[in-house]
């Protein structure tokens, strides 16, 4: 096949070509959502949780997204990396994690993969919630970064639509 | 389908070209016959274009490119005309090229009125004429928008310019070769056109500057172009941009009436798609421009899925730009940002059949199919 050229990662460009784990998860046991100020782009993450050995597992994620061709390209791969590993592990991946796997990204698109991560751990700390166990402190901290980012979301937002008042 | 951004040298372009590569390679401003050679290649096609737009060939000056010639007429006009004033008015919707003149300008002490547009994308002729102060010294509308394909008013906005003695300039690089453009009928001072959108070779633009406008050169040296524009002169491209502009001119009627029809089949059957829509003026527009947005999907997916379908089409959508920002026409016409991140601008032009058109109405509703089954907004925003 001719070489094409792409300003992104082939392993991303892969992935966003023969995308894996989109779409919904019917019966997920919780939900995660991210968004992002800058770009307006949404994540949704649903996962499925098994116990195995006292350990648990992501036994299935699905992502659904509304983004652009690094947000999918990454979220694919995210429900790759994921799948199968304990919630202990899952917390420990990092942005940079991604990074490695997919290659530099323009700097302009890394916050795509701040954005999938944040809808998996969101989905995780749901999970906590749901099964009323207690949050780690690091998640609690995550939590709180994705609700402060959806709330700037909300209100630059309704400024928008103020100026828009305004305008007319 | 993205004809709105480049089109192809037509090979009948090419030919008449060509020899000027090669065994015409004289430079314009050498005495000997080569030179000479080149500069009658050069008037002649300068006697063309103006013959065109109905012009004088001494007001024709031939630049680089659109957006030079856009950033000539601003900034020349400003800075020749201070003492007149320091005010400009623009709408809204127009190039960056523009935009980003009257943004520097302002850093050297000018004021710039930006003029709304409505729904359409149309500027308000009352909202114009208010806008016009005693030191307002230049007005630029474009004349067809080249995200939604409207056209402007523009023999209006000439005289009511005229009326109030200000300078008119008007960026045609979307309709020059499409519809009529004629200096005369529409009063504008300076007109911006391009090569490179009607199958002639890129690197190539001009501007009219109607006799007697007082304007500076941004680029000084051995008095090009009246002065206005030194550099050795692009002999081959300009014969190649005259060749362009004729053809097209010969050809404007009947492939106007062809792209209509064509492009309103097209607009016909990507409406079916559900919870899709058109932007631009639902008449008032270019023969070749479609704009649409899709609710629950992003552009630059879409646009990236189609290319892997053969099908090269581009979005205002924010990811796809450098600033993170969607278009600035889009939000103009009263978007909002999340609709704006779904829009779509199909283009089409000389070399597009019906069997293409045919092609996308087949792909298109699958790939947003593709994305809306991935999206988490199913139906409604939520």
């Not at chain 1, 989109?22 to 949704?44: M, P, S």
């Amino acid at each position: 096949m001719k070489k094409e050229f792409f300003p992104y990662p082939e392993e991303i460009i892969k992935h966003f070509k023969n995308p894996k784990g989109l779409g919904k998860l019917k019966n997920a046991d919780a939900v995660g959502k991210a968004g992002n100020i800058l770009c307006g782009d949404t994540l949704w993450c649903y996962i499925k949780v098994s116990e195995k050995k006292g350990k648990e597992i992501i036994k299935d994620i699905k992502m659904e997204v509304f983004g652009c061709l690094v947000a999918i390209g990454i979220s694919s791969l995210l429900t790759q990396m994921v799948k199968g590993k304990t919630i202990d592990e899952v917390l420990e991946i990092k942005k940079e994690d991604i990074l490695k796997k997919t290659g530099p990204l323009p700097p302009i698109k890394v916050h795509c993969s701040v954005l999938a991560l944040d809808a998996l751990h969101e989905a995780i700390y749901n999970y906590f919630l749901k099964k009323g166990k207690k949050v780690p402190d690091k998640l609690n901290k995550i939590h709180e970064r994705v609700i402060k980012t959806l709330k700037e979301i909300e209100k630059r937002h309704r400024e928008f639509l103020k100026l828009e008042e305004k305008l007319r | 389908m993205d004809y709105a951004a480049t089109t192809p040298v037509d090979p009948r372009v090419l030919k008449v070209m060509l020899p000027y590569f090669s065994k015409k390679f004289g430079n314009s401003m050498s005495l000997y016959s080569l030179g000479r050679e080149a500069k009658k290649a050069l008037e002649d096609s300068r006697e063309k274009i103006a013959n065109l737009i109905n012009a004088n060939s001494n007001e024709i000056i031939f630049t680089g490119s659109a957006t030079e010639s856009n950033n000539l007429a601003i900034k020349g006009v400003a800075f020749a005309n201070r003492e007149k004033g320091k005010h400009i008015i623009v709408s809204s919707i127009e190039d960056h090229c523009i935009l980003n003149s009257v943004e520097w300008l302002k850093k050297q002490g000018f004021e710039v009125t930006y003029l709304k547009v409505d729904k359409f994308g149309m500027v308000d002729l009352n909202e114009l004429e208010n806008s016009i102060r005693k030191d307002t010294i230049l007005v630029s509308v474009m004349h067809a928008n080249n995200e939604i394909g409207t056209i402007e008013p523009i023999k209006e906005i000439g005289e009511i310019c005229k009326e109030h003695g200000v300078y008119f300039h008007t960026d045609a690089a979307q309709s020059f070769g499409k519809i009529l453009v004629d200096v005369e009928k529409f009063n504008v001072d300076l007109l911006t056109a391009s090569s490179h959108k009607i199958y002639g070779p890129k690197g190539v633009g001009c501007l009219f500057v109607r006799e007697g406008i007082k304007i500076e050169p941004l680029l000084h040296g051995g008095g090009h172009e009246f002065g206005l524009r030194s550099s050795t002169v692009n002999v081959a491209g300009i014969v190649g941009f005259a060749e362009a502009a004729e053809i097209a001119k010969k050809e404007m009627k009947r492939e106007g009436k062809r792209l209509e029809k064509l492009r309103r089949k097209l607009e016909k059957g990507i409406l079916k798609i559900e919870n899709s829509h058109l932007n631009g003026h639902p008449e008032k527009r270019l023969p070749n421009i479609s704009n649409f947005w899709f609710d629950f999907i992003e552009g630059e997916a879409l646009v990236m899925y189609l290319d892997q379908k053969g099908i090269a089409a581009s979005t205002g959508s924010a990811c796809s730009s450098e600033s993170l920002e969607p278009s600035h026409v889009l939000l103009a016409i009263g978007l909002k940002p999340h609709q704006a991140q779904g829009s779509l601008r199909l283009s089409i032009g000389r070399f597009t059949k019906d069997k293409e058109v045919n092609y996308v109405l087949k792909v298109l509703p699958e790939v947003v199919e593709k994305l809306r089954k991935i999206s988490p907004f199913k139906g409604k925003w939520s």
